[in-house]
T-cell receptor, first 115, second 116 residues
C-alpha cells in the first residue's frame, strides 16, 4: 500500500537553529506534495505545496521544501527557526494520476523550539 | 473569507452510543472531505464528496459510519454505534472544483471525539 513516512517524530531545537524535516513516500508515479502545519490549538494549515515545475518550493513563514524524485522525498527546511514555529508538521501526498483528491498523510513531526 | 466550520468541537460519549458531526465548507467549494485523525497519527480519509455525490468512501467503516451531503453544501458524519477505537479527531476539509492535480484542501478545526 502507498505510504508516507516522516522520519522524525519529535524534534527539539533552539531558536535560530536550522531545521530539516524528512518526508518520503512510496508511490512511483506522478505525485502532488504538501506540507501542512498545525499550531497549538489551531487547525491544519497549508504551509507549501508542489504540483509541477521547479522542485524547490517556497512557502509561508520562510519555509521551503525540495522535491527529489529519485529519492521519493520532499523534505521541509527552514534556515533559522523561531519559537513561534513550535507546531506539528504533516507531509501529505496525492497521486497525480488519481481521479480523487485523496491525501495520504505521514504520521507527523512535533517540533519544539526553545527560546 | 470564512473557513471551514465544524461542530461540535468536543464530544464525549459512551461506547455503543450514537454521535453526529456537522461540517460547513468554504463557500463555493464543491468538494468536501472527512478525515479521521487518531492520536499520534496523520489524518486518514474516510469519505470524499463532489457536490452531493460520493467520490471515494473506500476507507469508511460502513457498518457503523455514514455520511451525507444532501444539498451539496454542508455535511453530516454519523457513527452508530460508537466503539472505543473511534476516539479521534474528525476533520472536515473542502476544496474548489478544480482538476485534481491542482487541488488544495482547506481544513476545519475538527471535532475531538472521546468514547468511554
Amino acid at each position: 500500500a502507498q505510504s508516507v513516512s516522516q522520519h522524525n517524530h519529535h524534534v527539539i531545537l533552539s531558536e535560530a537553529a536550522s531545521l530539516e524535516l524528512g518526508c518520503n513516500y512510496s508511490y512511483g508515479g506522478t505525485v502532488n506534495l504538501f506540507w501542512y502545519v498545525q499550531y497549538p490549538g489551531q487547525h491544519l494549515q497549508l504551509l507549501l505545496k508542489y504540483f509541477s515545475g521547479d522542485p524547490l518550493v517556497k512557502g509561508i513563514k520562510g519555509f521551503e521544501a525540495e522535491f527529489i524524485k529519485s529519492k521519493f522525498s520532499f523534505n521541509l527546511r527552514k534556515p533559522s527557526v523561531q519559537w513561534s514555529d513550535t507546531a506539528e508538521y504533516f507531509c501529505a501526498v496525492r497521486h497525480g494520476s488519481s481521479n480523487t483528491g485523496k491525501l495520504i498523510f505521514g504520521q507527523g513531526t512535533t517540533l519544539q523550539v526553545k527560546p | 473569507e470564512a473557513g471551514v466550520a465544524q461542530s461540535p468541537r468536543y464530544k464525549i460519549i459512551e461506547k455503543r452510543q450514537s454521535v453526529a458531526f456537522w461540517c460547513n465548507p468554504i463557500s463555493g467549494h464543491a468538494t468536501l472531505y472527512w478525515y479521521q485523525q487518531i492520536l499520534g497519527q496523520g489524518p486518514k480519509l474516510l469519505i470524499q464528496f463532489q457536490n452531493n455525490g460520493v467520490v471515494d468512501d473506500s476507507q469508511l467503516p460502513k457498518d457503523r459510519f455514514s455520511a451525507e451531503r444532501l444539498k451539496g453544501v454542508d455535511s453530516t458524519l454519523k457513527i452508530q454505534p460508537a466503539k472505543l477505537e473511534d476516539s479521534a479527531v474528525y476533520l472536515c476539509a473542502s476544496s474548489l472544483p478544480r482538476v485534481w492535480d491542482t487541488d488544495t484542501q482547506y481544513f476545519g478545526p475538527g471535532t475531538r471525539l472521546t468514547v468511554l
